[in-house]
Structures are given as C-alpha cells and as structure tokens.
C-alpha cells in the first residue's frame, strides 16, 4: 500500500489530453515538493517534473504539472503513442522522515 | 554529464546480505546532492530505501530501517547499500538515483534528475 495514491490506469487517443492524480496528505504533499516520472518498459525512470510544476531541460512543454492542497496533477497534451508508459509521483513525508513514491499509473494511448 | 552506475551480486542467499555500490561519475558525490537507493520488486511500484549525504548523514524507510545501511566513500565518488537477513521479498531491480534533498529552507526536493540502468537481485539459494 503506498502512501500516495494514483490511478492503476488512465487512457486516451493520440493528440488528445491526459491527467494523472496523486493523492497525499498534509505530511508529505500538503507541505513538500512534488515530482513526477515517467518509466518506459525495463528502463529506469525518468524525471519529468520537478518541485510541483518545473520541467528539466530537454522535457517537452507538452508535460504539465500542478499541486492544491494535499494532491498533484501530472497533465499531458497532444498524447503520443510514445508516451505509453508508467508514470509514478514522489514527495518527502515529513512525519516518516522519508521519501515516498505513489503507486504508479499506467497510460494507454488508444 | 553525471552518471550512475550500480554494481553487486545478482544473486544472494536468503538470511545474508545484499552488498550493492553505486559508483558516481560525471561528478563530485560531495557536490550538496543526495544520495539515494530505491528498489522496485518484479512488476510493481517504487520504492524509497533511503539515502546519503557527502557528510554521512542518512535517512532510511522505516519499513526497512532495522535491516539498511547506507554508507559513502568520497575518495571513490562511491555510495553503497547493505540490506541485512534478506529474504525472496527482497527480490527486486534496485536502482541509485541523485536528488535535490534538503535546501537551505529545510525544504526537501526529491527531483531524482539521474539515476542508474538499475540491477536486478535475486534472493534465492
């Protein structure tokens, strides 16, 4: 069971529009940076979104992020086929003293 | 360009240790980075094991905190994981990853920006 909590799964046809929810609370998201990644079939992740809504360099602006509260919004335009992957939040839990991930989601570009 | 590689046995018998060293090139491990260790299990999500700054000072999951040990080596730009009396739920891809930690604020960026292909472990006799 992880701390934070994603959706298994989400889908949606090439060129249209995605978005991703992770849920915390106020120990971890409520008051820590969010980032998000994305994870292509046996490789390692990759940094897609860094302290809530900054994009490392090379990161297409067709990737969003967003936080309110006690949850994150990963958003992705102009849906590719290639972004067919998992993609995972993370965050820093303050009353753990540690980081946590969410579960996970899959996406599907139909 | 910073790279990290992860090396170590595959194989490890239940009850021992998993030994595993990420090796930092690219740049300086002392550089205010942190240091980290996180694992996914065949199939599944990820999970943080914990990390390391330059200094030495650790922070660990508390789910695993009574069996790890992380450890750091500056003169050989190195890092490792210990992960005492394991068992086949410790089979996993294990994976070293560099991250903002905490700044000046007290504020923690966990922006895993580099991470290493990952190895995977069995724990198998």
């Known amino acids: 069971q992880s701390v934070l909590t994603q959706p298994p799964s989400v889908s949606a046809a090439p060129g249209q529009k995605v978005t991703i929810s992770c849920s915390g609370s106020?120990?971890?998201?409520?008051?820590?940076?969010v980032s998000w990644y994305q994870q292509l079939p046996g490789t390692a992740p990759k940094l897609l979104i860094y302290?809530?809504?900054k994009r490392p360099s090379g990161i297409p602006d067709r990737f969003s992020g967003s936080k309110s509260g006690t949850s994150a919004t990963l958003g992705i335009t102009g849906l590719q086929t290639g972004d067919e992957a998992d993609y995972y939040c993370?965050?820093?839990?303050?009353?753990?003293?540690?980081?946590?991930f969410g579960g996970g989601t899959e996406l599907t570009v139909l | 360009q910073v790279q990290l590689q992860e090396s170590g046995p595959g194989l490890v018998k239940p009850s021992q240790t998993l030994s595993l060293t990420c090796t930092v090139s690219?740049?300086?491990?002392?550089?205010?980075?942190?240091w980290n260790w996180i694992r996914q299990h065949p199939g599944k999500g990820l999970e943080w094991i914990g990390n390391?700054?330059?200094?030495?000072?650790?922070y660990y999951n508390p789910s695993l905190k009574s069996r790890v040990s992380i450890s750091v080596d500056t003169s050989s730009n190195q890092f490792s994981l210990n992960l005492s009396s394991v068992t086949a739920a410790d089979t996993a891809v294990y994976y070293c990853?560099?991250?903002?930690?905490?700044?000046?604020?007290?504020?923690?960026?966990?922006?895993?920006?580099?991470w290493g292909q990952g190895t995977p472990v069995t724990v198998s006799s």
């Open positions: 990853a560099r991250d903002g930690g905490f700044d000046t604020s007290g504020h923690y960026h966990p922006n895993f920006d580099h």
């Open positions: 690219g740049g300086s491990i002392s550089s205010g980075y942190y």
């Open positions: 390391i700054y330059y200094s030495g000072s650790t």
């Open positions: 106020t120990s971890n998201i409520g008051n820590n940076y």
């Open positions: 302290d809530n809504n």
């Open positions: 993370g965050t820093w839990d303050s009353s753990l003293r540690a980081g946590v």
